[in-house]
């Protein structure tokens, strides 16, 4: 079994940054990818970047379109941590962020805009208001 506890989240005005961080326990050695997800009130849960790994050397990252450049997803192996720096934050932002765990690779931006149904494991969230 794996758990995933999100942080990071908070009030924070436009133009600002905040961390958030994805800490893994359990069963982590199958786990090949970490994704961040969000869900705004009164929208579908949506995909917002993922990373992930065959050999712990050689890593790949994938982002949505709205917040390439703005957002930033890397990992602390020793931690068992992924963690998604936001900068540039923007009121449409606003929303609660899921990470979520997968055993899949797939070298693409499938693992957020058409993940399937192959994460099998879920944070329970965490709050990021962007607002002046």
């Known amino acids: 079994q794996v758990q995933l506890v999100e942080s990071g989240g908070g009030l924070v005005q436009p133009g600002g940054s905040l961390r958030l961080s994805c800490a893994a326990s359990g069963f982590t050695r199958d786990l090949s990818t970490i994704g961040w997800f969000r869900q705004a009130p009164g929208k579908e849960r949506e995909g917002v970047s993922c990373?992930?790994?065959?050999?712990?050397?050689?890593?790949?990252?994938y982002y949505l379109d709205s917040v390439k450049g703005r957002f930033t997803i890397s990992r602390d192996n020793a931690k068992k941590t992924v963690y998604l720096q936001m900068n540039s934050l923007k009121p449409e932002d606003t929303a609660v962020y899921y990470c979520?765990?997968?055993?899949?690779?797939?070298?693409?931006?499938?693992?957020?805009?058409?993940?399937?149904?192959?994460?099998?494991?879920w944070g329970q969230g965490t709050q990021v208001t962007v607002s002046s």
């Open positions: 979520a765990a997968s055993t899949a690779l797939w070298y693409s931006t499938n693992c957020i805009y058409n993940p399937r149904g192959k994460y099998a494991y």
């Open positions: 990373i992930h790994s065959r050999d712990d050397i050689t890593y790949y990252t």
